[in-house]
């Protein structure tokens, strides 16, 4: 079964470094997510992405953070200046266009900023 | 988006058939109603999607009235594994071109046990 991969499942970092997650979302979608989940708290929606461009964002998706598909697989997205308060489960998920409105969701990476 | 309102937490024990419910009043003509499921530490999983009536799978039912004002997932015979968080989400029609993203609610958290 077509899977969301995410890498790296657990980064360390510290303060005001700039951290990169990747994910490869499943080959033919076309919708592109981030999501992010602090612990014990709810899901929450950054970002979504379509057609080489942003198509909604969170105000959490501020201008630290940034997002990418550099060569028509990877999906990347960007903090710039880590805060304590970005570390979080990160979620990266992929739709298709016309499909039941299904998400598939990666397994997430764990960002820990000190 | 429609807001959602779900109970925080529900019990039972393996074996029984459990029904979450979830209000949403100001859901839209055009949206469809999407559960979600999340193990600790994993991204979320579909489970059903709807429009109106009732929808089944081979997970579990899906149960909206006439009015669409609410919707109960119901999960026949459950067992340890299904220990989890289920989402209740509203929005992200397929046939919306726009794609709102999919937003999280605090979900319900169900506890089954032996």
């Known amino acids: 079964e077509p899977e969301v991969t995410q890498t790296p499942s657990h980064q360390v970092t510290q303060m005001g470094q700039e951290v990169i997650l990747r994910c490869v979302p499943i080959?033919?979608?076309?919708?592109f997510y981030w999501y992010r989940q602090i612990l014990g708290q709810k899901v929450e929606f950054l970002v979504s992405?379509?057609?080489?461009?942003?198509?909604?964002k969170s105000e959490i998706f501020d201008d630290q953070f940034s997002v990418e598909r550099p060569d028509g697989s990877n999906f990347t997205l960007k903090i710039r200046s880590t805060k304590l308060e970005d570390s979080a489960m990160y979620f990266c998920a992929s739709s298709e266009i016309k499909n039941t409105g299904e998400l598939f969701f990666g397994e997430g990476s764990r960002l820990t900023v000190l | 988006l429609a807001k959602t309102t779900q109970p925080i937490s529900m019990d039972s024990y393996e074996g029984q058939e459990v029904n979450i419910t979830c209000s949403h009043n100001?859901?839209?003509?055009?949206?469809?109603i999407t559960w979600y499921q999340q193990f600790p530490s994993q991204g979320p999983r579909f489970i059903i999607q709807g429009y109106k009536t009732k929808v089944t799978n081979e997970v579990a039912s899906l149960f909206i009235p006439a009015d669409r004002k609410s919707s109960t997932l119901s999960l026949p015979r459950v067992s340890l594994s299904d220990t989890a968080v289920y989402y209740c989400?509203?929005?992200?029609?397929?046939?919306?071109?726009?794609?709102?993203?999919?937003?999280f609610g605090s979900g319900t958290r169900l506890q089954v046990q032996p």
């Open positions: 992405f379509y057609n080489n461009e942003i198509s909604e």
């Open positions: 100001n859901i839209a003509t055009n949206d469809y």
């Open positions: 080959s033919n979608h076309l919708y």
């Open positions: 989400l509203v929005g992200d029609s397929p046939f919306d071109t726009g794609r709102r993203a999919l937003t």
